[in-house]
């Protein structure tokens, strides 16, 4: 497991200037075995060629475990970004205060990972010391004008971005005066050999941080200012309607200022630096590990919000009550380090989804503003 640092969320899904980290999730992954060439005897009444002219095709290049884990870690990123994209992109609305202006894409290069990962982040995914786009955010301006992935950046309104193995705290330096009260910026980008200039228009989203926790508990945490998503979760969730219920839900936890009600956020913005960590310390995670569970009132306002995040962000939202059922039933609230031991009114919860989704569907039919 492994730590991109400040820039991934720079670029994309976090607010600028703000800093932090998104953790690689190590898969238990097993190595292919190595194909064996078979040379079949000669023919009878002919001699062997020499064992040099016997053609043997090149044996395939075995992956490292690094590459493996390295590739896991992408998919995982890619999933994650790309249920988020629409959440963050059609709720600035409801984000309220957390709502701000957004590149709208991640970049990377060699040294975003640590040193462990820095041969397998060049080697698989072709990362030099150039920051190079990643995941480009849908919907967003960057999308629109064009920016794709594998892309070097070059420079910002002219500015050029440093590269090397403090590239991307440097580039945070650089651009977050850059961005700052403009409408769209203007980039130089590396690109098939060539260079090409595009005009960016930022996007004014929810500039919430979304990270991936590195353990096999089913749970999802936010501080205020991020989500995170533990691996176990990302696995129960089997379709990306079923991921956006869980980051809807927690996005609205964020958005109604709840972990500072509770006075929670330091505990839980602990946790969550603690699964981003290439070895969590699971000593952290005994019992609730320090957070209060969600009181039922304000876990069913975040519901009602979540339902309405997900509407507006074109999510099937009639599948949310089978999904935490289905949680509930797993992982009851007897299951410590699980999602329902922390918010363990179910019954309470569905309730009240069940009605915001007739006014949703209200709303829709009338052709009103989708609006709690």
């Given amino acids: 497991m492994l730590s991109d640092r400040r820039l991934s969320r720079l670029f994309s899904l976090r607010a600028l200037p703000s800093a932090g980290k998104l953790a690689l999730v190590p898969a238990a992954l097993l190595l292919a075995a190595c194909a064996t060439t078979t040379i079949s005897p000669p023919e009878a009444g002919t001699s062997p060629r020499p064992a040099e002219q016997v053609a043997r ?17 992408v998919a995982f990123q890619d999933r994650l970004y790309r249920v988020a994209a629409p959440l963050i992109i059609n709720n600035s609305e409801l984000c309220k205060a957390n709502a701000r202006n957004l590149l709208g894409f991640t970049a990377k290069n060699r040294f975003s990972y640590s040193p462990e990962y820095v041969g397998a982040a060049q080697k698989a995914l072709g990362l030099g010391d150039r920051l190079q ?47 700052t009260g ?38 999802a945490y936010s501080d205020g200012h991020r989500v995170l998503v533990t691996r176990g979760m990302m696995n129960f969730a089997r379709t990306d309607d079923e991921l956006a219920y869980v980051l809807a839900k927690e996005m609205a936890h964020n958005a ?117």
């Fill in 256 to 372: 109604l200022s709840h972990s500072a009600r509770q006075r929670t956020s330091a505990t839980v913005g602990g946790v969550i630096d603690n699964l981003t960590r290439i070895r969590p310390d699971m000593s952290m995670m005994n019992g609730l590990a320090g957070i209060k569970p969600m009181p039922q009132d304000l876990d069913a306002m975040a519901d009602k919000l979540a339902m309405y995040l997900l509407a507006r962000a074109n999510y099937r939202i009639d599948g949310a009550v089978p999904f935490w059922r289905r949680l509930a039933t797993q992982y009851p609230p007897s299951t410590l380090n699980a999602y329902t031991a922390l918010h363990p009114s179910t019954n309470y919860r569905i309730s009240i989804m069940e009605r915001t989704l007739k006014d949703v569907r209200a709303k829709q039919a009338a052709k009103k503003p989708i609006m709690p």
């Fill in 133 to 179: 786009i990643m995941g480009v955010l849908d919907g967003s301006g960057a999308a629109r004008a064009g920016v794709r992935p594998g892309d070097g950046i070059v420079a910002v309104e002219g500015q050029r971005l440093p590269e090397g193995e403090n590239a991307e705290r440097q580039a945070a330096t650089i651009l977050a005066p850059i961005v």
């Fill in 182 to 219: 403009r409408s769209n910026v203007k980039l130089s980008l590396l690109r098939e050999g060539g260079e090409v200039t595009v005009n960016v228009p930022l996007t004014f989203a929810c500039a919430y941080g979304f990270e991936l926790g590195n353990t096999d508990n089913v749970n």
């Fill in 57 to 73: 095709p090149a044996a395939p290049a075995v992956p490292t475990q690094e590459e493996l884990s390295l590739k896991s870690l």
